[in-house]
């Protein structure tokens, strides 16, 4: 017996969707990125995004928590280096720097668990204040 509530399947294709770009006009940067999948229900999202080799995402932070896993190349992140295969977790409420090493792109899986948005030090409102030591 076949059951009659089977899930549709939302499939990417992520060797087949072209590279779009996020504008980051905050820090004059532009991403390469393929969204694999948006929840509406949740806002989740799943990205496939590539840092050029030198990048660094500046201080900044988020009002959502996310992960990156490493496909390949090394994320630099403000607390150390991670290669392929890792899967680097980045709770939500607080600051954070990123990026590429300075003579390899970076390309991995960027997860967030609610909707996507980022603020920057220059930015007027913070959803969490920067503490300086």
């Not at 390469?32 to 929840?39: Q, V, Y």
Request: include cysteine; hydrophobic fraction near 35%; charge should be negative.
């Amino acid at each position: 017996m076949t059951p009659t509530n089977l899930v549709d399947l939302e499939v990417a294709d992520s060797s087949r969707l072209p590279w779009q770009i996020l504008s980051v006009k905050q820090i004059g940067a532009e991403i390469p990125f393929k969204s694999l999948l948006a929840d509406p229900d949740t806002g989740m999202q799943v990205m496939l995004l590539r840092y050029d080799a030198g990048f660094t995402n500046t201080w900044h932070t988020h009002p959502c928590a996310h992960g990156m896993y490493v496909l390949d190349g090394v994320l630099v992140t403000h607390q150390g280096e991670y290669g392929p295969g890792s899967f680097v977790w980045f709770p939500e409420g607080g600051w954070m720097e990123h990026g590429a090493t300075p003579d390899n792109d970076v390309t991995f899986l960027f997860i967030t668990n609610k909707p996507f948005s980022i603020c920057y030090e220059s930015d007027p409102d913070h959803p969490y204040p920067m503490t300086q030591v």
